[in-house]
């Protein structure tokens, strides 16, 4: 990930650094930017390993309250889905190229294209969904969300599930 950031990033990088979180660790982070990442091992940020179950949590919310934005990196789904996770930093980083919405035709999609297109494009993949839509620049499809049934709330008539680029 470091050597990543490294390639697409030219300003200043901090490893380890303690100081913005009196103590606590962020991996990498990027003054400039106000983006911080942390590179979380599956072994070593497990409750099992001492963590307490709200430790990624908290320390997103308490980097939030300084303007920073923490994205998490699990090495688990680095493994599976490594390439979107490298998509996603580049993005992060201002680095891919913008398709505006208002460039964009909105069309209802059929299942198994939403299917396909979150197994290819969200580091979960494929849901159970109700309805889809994507948008389409150029015949394209470039991003794609799904709505179901609320799973948590009967307050609410629809739950979106996935949203991909």
Same mark, same amino acid.
């Given at each position: 990930?470091?050597?990543?950031?490294?390639?697409?990033?030219?300003?200043?990088?901090?490893?380890?650094?303690?100081?913005?979180?009196?103590?606590?660790?962020?991996?990498?982070?990027?003054?400039?930017?106000?983006?911080?990442?942390?590179?979380?091992?599956?072994?070593?940020?497990?409750?099992?390993?001492?963590?307490?179950?709200?430790?990624?949590? #908290?320390?997103?919310?308490?980097?939030?309250?300084?303007?920073?934005?923490?994205?998490?990196?699990?090495?688990?789904?680095?493994?599976?889905?490594?390439?979107?996770?490298?998509?996603?930093?580049?993005?992060?980083?201002?680095?891919?190229?913008?398709?505006?919405?208002?460039?964009?035709?909105?069309?209802?999609?059929?299942?198994?294209?939403?299917?396909?297109?979150?197994?290819?494009?969200?580091?979960?993949?494929?849901?159970?969904?109700?309805?889809?839509?994507?948008?389409?620049? #150029?015949?394209?499809?470039?991003?794609?969300?799904?709505?179901?049934?609320?799973?948590?709330? #009967?307050?609410?008539?629809?739950?979106?599930?996935?949203?991909?680029?």
């Amino acid at each position: 990930v470091a050597a990543l950031i490294r390639k697409e990033y030219d300003g200043e990088i901090s490893r380890g650094n303690r100081s913005v979180l009196n103590g606590d660790e962020l991996d990498i982070y990027l003054p400039d930017k106000k983006i911080a990442f942390e590179c979380n091992g599956t072994y070593w940020h497990a409750e099992k390993s001492g963590k307490d179950r709200k430790y990624h949590l #908290s320390k997103t919310e308490r980097c939030s309250e300084l303007g920073i934005r923490l994205v998490h990196i699990w090495e688990h789904d680095w493994g599976r889905c490594g390439e979107l996770y490298k998509s996603h930093i580049s993005n992060i980083l201002g680095k891919s190229s913008r398709i505006y919405a208002r460039q964009c035709v909105v069309e209802k999609l059929d299942y198994a294209v939403a299917t396909n297109f979150f197994e290819g494009n969200h580091r979960q993949g494929k849901c159970v969904h109700s309805v889809a839509f994507g948008l389409y620049n #150029s015949g394209e499809l470039v991003a794609a969300i799904s709505f179901g049934k609320p799973r948590y709330s #009967s307050g609410y008539q629809w739950e979106l599930l996935r949203f991909a680029k």
